[in-house]
């Protein structure tokens, strides 16, 4: 699903422009411009907090398109934003996000929390009673410092804040170990998209080999979608 949201956003971005000239500017404004110029005027310390805490919920959006392009246009010289900024605010949105899973974890129970991670509206947001179950395993394996390890790995990072609900961790832990973890991968990130800064010629440069990529990228991807679906219901008209 971050493949999709990463994919989509920049393709998108890259064929339109932020302004009702663009038409007219587009020989002389790469789709890397038109990126650089929409993130540089929507994306500031309260939409880096937002966005964050959304992504560390159990809604499902990448940090990925949050943290790298805000240190991007905040490397500029103009841009008001620093890049310790953007791993700061960061950091405290994605406390808010795991802090709401945290909460509703501890008050809703395993029950609950289970059936809807089963339910229509839980696989919309793509989770699962395994999602769960292998969050809470990985949690009940390490025990607390799982929060802060969890934070770092793709597949956990998200969920790691139900099965501490669950476990009924104390707070201070879990916003303790919730903060470094978090941290940590938001300095790896924001690092990313101030080195990308940092090369802006030679990504400008090889602009249009890099659309050309992420088009190959998102069709391989759909067709990966495709052929997953046939499997999957090839496999439950065997098992039905």
Known sequence: MKAVWILLLTI??????????????????????????????????????????????????????????????AAADDNPMTVPGVVLFGTLGALLGALVNYLLSLWLGR??????????????????????????????????????IGRLIPAIRQLISI???LARMPLGSFMLYTALGASVWNMLLALLGYLAHGNKALIHQYSRELSILLAVLFLVFILYLIVRHVILQKKKSAEG
């Open 111 to 148: 029950p609950i929390v289970y059936a809807f991670a089963d339910s229509r509206i839980g696989r919309l947001l793509l989770l699962s009673g395994d999602k769960v179950r292998k969050a809470e395993d990985y949690f009940n394996q390490r025990g607390k410092v799982s929060t802060l």
């Open 12 to 73: 998108a971005l890259s064929l339109t422009s932020p302004q009702v000239v663009a038409a007219e500017t587009a020989d002389s404004s790469s789709w890397v411009d038109r990126v650089e110029q929409w993130y540089g005027r929507h994306m500031n310390y309260a939409t880096v907090t937002a966005l964050m805490a959304v992504e560390s919920s159990f809604i499902p959006f990448p940090s990925e398109i949050i943290i790298p392009p805000a240190a991007y246009v």
């Open 163 to 165: 099965p501490a609900g």
